[in-house]
């Protein structure tokens, strides 16, 4: 049994497969032997490595750590050292970028291109993630519902997320610029094939490098990416008095304590706890 038959067995997106893969890649191209091959005192230098010497962040840490012990107990069939038990990185709570309503309007109305344009703003509008809005299909659409169907999301489960009828019209209208039978997004196919023919959807550096220009071109001063739109949209509904559990649902967070980051963020929440607070405190 190999590593890549063990991740194949897991329930693991094959963006995820592909992922871990690399971090093992990568351990054996750092000290010029097998995986198998490397000792634990190895190992332990190699995470020093990662730390201190290439400035990895959190999440890079935990994807390396993750593969390489998956790798070591699965495959090798070996007990994980407790020495390396104090590997994990502790966790961060860091806020997300959120772009105001009229910063995302202005952002999406400096996309150059007519199809990066609906699909961010398909992005935006139904809070998805990157992967989530590229591989839309045109199955995926039920106009009669009024939802778009997204299908082995995160943790390879399905939601239905309410579809805009704004956004049912400029999926409408854009799928009539390529007619392709499946995708709803394909990418501009070989020479001499028409996008109908297309057998791929966009990359995922295409998106973020739209989105990078179309945020220069805004002159919005934030360090946002695409993943901020959904950031956005999650805060931008529970401004419009949503409640929590809905928006949990339309994003397709497991636990609600994910969904609670966006009171957080708020401006209207920020406001009426300052008018309480000026209030309670004002006989001062």
Known sequence: MTFQQDLILLPLLPRSQQAYLACLRQLAGHFHKAPDAVSTDELRLYFIHLKEHKKLNRSSVTQALCAIKLFW?????????????????????????VLSGQEVRKLLDCVAQPQHRVLLTTIYSCGLRLGEGIGLQVRDVDGKRMFLHIRAAKGNRDRYVPLPKRILELLRLHWKTHRHPTLLFPAPALEGHSLAQSTRTYSRSTVQRAFRLALKASAIKKSAHVHSLRHSYGTHLLEQGENLRQVQVNMGHKSPTVTALYTHLTSLSKTQHQQRL???????
Do not use: G, I, Y
Not at 77 to 93: C, G, I, N
């Open 73 to 97: 107990e699965k495959t090798l069939q070996r007990e994980w050292p407790a020495q390396l038990e104090f590997v994990r990185p502790a966790a961060q709570f860091k806020l997300p970028v």
């Open 278 to 284: 000026d209030h309670f405190m004002s006989d001062l």
